[in-house]
């Protein structure tokens, strides 16, 4: 399984940007997606998850201006970003979950980051 971020970029503070990833390869079902975001010299965090039947979970940062979703028949997920502060300039990941019939394993993949820039 394969991920495809896009959608990065540089805004001024207050704006908007949209994220998206789209998962490609062979499984069996996604069981969830998640959008990590690391800022210099610290560890990475979940900024939002998704499951597979549509429950979020939100960082208590970005609750109220980010807005996760997913389309499952194209197999991607997304990141509204709305209200940007320059607290949110990180790279941005992407991150999957997928469960595999051939050998009944749940694995991970996690898809190149994609740097936001949000300037005062």
């Known amino acids: 399984v394969q991920l495809q971020a896009s959608g990065g970029g540089m805004v001024q503070a207050g704006g908007s940007l949209r994220l998206s990833c789209a998962a490609s390869g062979t499984y069996s079902s996604i069981n969830s997606f998640a959008w990590y975001r690391q800022h210099p010299g610290k560890q990475r965090e979940q900024v939002a998850s998704i499951s597979g039947d549509g429950a979020t979970v939100y960082a208590a940062p970005v609750q109220g201006r980010f807005t996760i979703s997913r389309d499952n028949a194209e197999n991607t997920v997304s990141l509204q970003m709305n209200s940007l502060e320059p607290e949110d300039t990180a790279v941005y990941y992407c991150?999957?979950?997928?469960?595999?019939?051939?050998?009944?394993?749940?694995?991970?993949?996690w898809g190149q980051g994609t740097l936001v820039t949000v300037s005062s």
């Open positions: 991150f999957v979950a997928f469960y595999s019939a051939i050998d009944d394993k749940t694995r991970v993949r």
